[in-house]
């Protein structure tokens, strides 16, 4: 089946989000959409994406004194931060379904357990990044709704014990992801993928896997060191940066390659009558 169409209605604040973001493209850089249209299934994702946003807010209440203010401030700080990796998620997933318009069975169901996880992801990943910015500015305590201060941490494991739970959330929404863009990778013939498509499918799972290696390096870490070294089991997260760039020069290198190899076979293609390389055929929304 062909993909279908942007209707002119809209059926919600994160459809027109999609729909502007769209802009009238058909892809992104070399790879084709074939979700052109905004189906239920990611209609149902924004509705979850923008509960667990609410989910991080902090109060809206105006600050009556300067302490207040300040803690109001170190609220931001960690809601920004946690709105940040949401957003990174969300523009993941959306991008999947623009490239790939699948809506089969094991696409919903994956999708539905990565819902779940964000959900379930959304009080760890705002507590670990409070925790920071309280670090950062010096605060030992957590402050309750009623003004007092407690620990935050009672028990010797604790800390330990935080960071697999953090670090098993993101092993695992990445872990979907990989499995999301292999099962896009074995339908790529049914999905009409261009070589070049097939090759970014590829550069993609590869890149959710080091996400997964990241995050259980990091429980890893949690698991091995003592409380007060807790703070580098965090740090292992910013290996993310060099790690992920790295992976980018080199799929860049293998796009490349690709490139040049289709340049050479280009002319005798030509001369033998067939059509010239890089037309993919029109895309598929697959239905299982």
Do not use: C
């Not at 084709?32 to 609410?54: H, M, N, P, Q, Y």
């Amino acid at each position: 089946m062909r993909p279908r169409r942007l209707q002119a209605s809209s059926r919600g604040g994160g459809l027109m989000v999609r729909r502007a973001m769209t802009g009238g493209r058909t892809g992104d850089g070399s790879f084709r959409w074939r979700g052109a249209e905004v189906s239920r299934l990611e209609a149902l994702s924004d509705a979850v994406f923008g509960f667990a946003i609410t989910l991080l807010v902090v109060s809206l209440e105006v600050p009556h004194t300067f302490a207040q203010l300040m803690d109001a401030m170190r609220g931001f700080l960690s809601f920004a931060a946690s709105f940040a990796i949401l957003f990174r998620v969300w523009y993941q997933q959306y991008r999947f379904f623009r490239r790939f318009g699948l809506d089969d069975t094991v696409t919903v169901a994956l999708n539905a357990v990565l819902l779940f996880l964000v959900v379930f992801f959304v009080y760890p990943l705002k507590f670990v990044f409070t925790l920071v910015v309280d670090e950062f500015s010096g605060r030992q305590y957590a402050v309750l709704g009623d003004g007092s201060h407690v620990p935050v941490f009672t028990h010797r494991g604790e800390p330990a014990q935080m960071m697999v739970v953090f670090g098993s959330g993101y092993v695992l929404v990445f872990l979907l992801f990989a499995v999301l863009y292999m099962h896009a990778y074995r339908l790529r013939e049914e999905l009409e993928l261009t070589p070049g498509e097939v090759l970014d499918t590829a550069d993609n799972v590869r890149q959710n896997v080091l996400n997964v290696m990241i995050g259980l390096t990091s429980i890893a870490v949690a698991l091995a060191v003592a409380p007060r070294y807790m703070g580098f089991s965090g740090l292992v997260y910013m290996l993310g940066g060099p790690v992920l760039t790295a992976n980018g020069f080199y799929a860049a290198r293998r796009k490349k390659k690709l490139g040049e190899a289709g340049a050479k076979a280009e002319p005798a293609r030509v001369e033998a009558g067939g059509e010239p390389a890089g037309r993919g055929g029109r895309g598929k929304r697959v239905r299982r």
